[in-house]
C-alpha cells in the first residue's frame, strides 16, 4: 500500500514521517518543494502535482492552509480528482468548513472515491510525538481501511459520523481552544503585573483546577518569549471565522468566540500572523 501526503508544514511534516517510519510507501507533494527534502532524503517519493500523487497512491492524507487551498488541491486542474482511480480514499485534516467536507464526499463518490474529513488537534507537540486526536466525518467502512495509516500518528480517533461531521467536531474544538488561550493570556499579563514567579505560577496552577493543554503546552513558551508557530494565528483567526459562521448558520451566539475572533484578527493585523497562538500575549505584554 501506498500512502501519499500532501501540505509539508509545522504539523504535516512530522505525520508524514511517522508514516514513513511505520512502513509505508510514501509519496510527497507540497507547493514549496524544498520542505520534501528530509522525507526524500529518509525514502519518500516526490510527486510533481496533486494530480500525480493520485495517480501513484492507494490512501492520500492532505494537510493544507485555507479552504480555497484544499479546493485547488482536490478540484484544481491538477488536482487530485483529476488523476483519481476508482478505490483510493482521501483524507483530508486540514481545518475547513463542514459544506465543503460535503462537496469532496460527493464528487468522491462520482468516481468512486472515498472521501474522509479528519481535522486534527494537539498542535506541533502533538504531530511529533505521533499523539494526535483526529476528528472523523466518514463511511465507517473507509475509516476501517485507512484506520492504521492515521494510527502511526494518533493517539485517539473519534469518528463522530458521516461527511462534515468531522469539521463540526473540530469547530468544538477550536472554541474550547478560544478560550483557554484567552485565559492564558490574561492570566499571564495578571502574574506579571503583580510581580509573580512566572515559572511557577504555570507550575503550580497547572496542577491544579485551572489545568488545561493550552497552559502546558504554551505557558513555557511565552515565559520564554517563544513564538514560534505550533499553530499559526492566521489559520486560528480562520478558524474563529469558521466557528462563527456555522453558528450563525444555526442562529447560535458565540460571545467568547466572538472575543477571540476580534483579538487574533487585532494581532495579525498588527503583524503577528506568522506567530504561533501564545503570542496573544502580546496584546498586553507590549514590551515583547
Do not use: C
Not at 466572538?258 to 504561533?276: I, T, V
Request: charged share 25%; aromatic share 6%; glycine share 10%.
Amino acid at each position: 500500500m501506498k500512502v501519499g501526503f500532501i501540505g509539508l508544514g509545522v504539523m504535516g511534516q512530522s505525520m508524514a514521517g511517522h508514516i514513513l517510519e511505520a512502513g509505508y510507501d510514501l509519496v510527497v507533494y507540497n507547493r514549496t518543494k524544498s520542505k520534501a527534502n528530509d522525507l526524500v532524503d529518509r525514502g519518500a517519493e516526490w510527486a510533481n502535482s496533486p494530480k500525480q500523487v493520485a495517480e501513484l497512491a492507494d490512501i492520500v492524507i492532505t494537510i493544507v492552509g485555507y479552504p480555497k487551498d484544499i479546493e485547488e488541491v482536490y478540484l484544481g486542474e491538477e488536482g487530485l480528482f483529476s488523476g483519481a482511480k476508482a478505490g483510493n480514499i482521501f483524507i483530508d485534516m486540514t481545518t475547513s468548513t463542514p459544506s465543503l467536507a460535503i462537496e469532496l464526499a460527493e464528487k468522491g463518490k462520482e468516481l468512486n472515491v472515498g472521501v474522509i474529513d479528519a481535522p486534527v488537534t494537539g498542535g506541533d507537540i502533538g504531530a511529533k510525538e505521533g499523539r494526535l486526536a483526529v476528528l472523523v466525518g466518514a463511511e465507517a467502512d473507509d475509516l476501517e481501511k485507512v484506520a492504521p495509516v492515521i494510527e502511526t500518528f494518533a493517539a485517539k480517533v473519534a469518528h463522530f459520523g458521516s461527511h462534515g461531521a468531522g469539521q463540526h467536531a473540530k469547530v468544538v474544538n477550536q472554541i474550547m481552544v478560544a478560550g483557554t488561550m484567552l485565559g492564558l493570556a490574561e492570566m499571564m499579563a495578571y502574574a506579571k503585573q503583580a510581580d509573580l514567579n512566572l515559572d511557577e505560577v504555570v507550575a503550580t496552577i497547572g496542577s491544579g483546577a485551572a489545568s488545561n493543554r493550552s497552559l502546558e503546552n504554551y505557558g513555557p513558551r511565552v515565559i520564554k518569549d517563544d513564538y514560534s508557530p505550533g499553530f499559526f494565528v492566521k489559520h486560528f483567526v480562520k478558524d474563529l471565522k469558521i466557528a462563527l459562521d456555522e453558528a450563525e448558520q444555526a442562529s447560535l451566539e458565540l460571545p467568547m468566540t466572538e472575543l477571540a475572533y476580534k483579538l487574533y484578527s487585532q494581532l495579525a493585523e498588527q503583524g503577528h500572523e506568522n506567530d504561533g497562538t501564545q503570542a496573544i500575549v502580546k496584546l498586553w505584554w507590549d514590551d515583547n
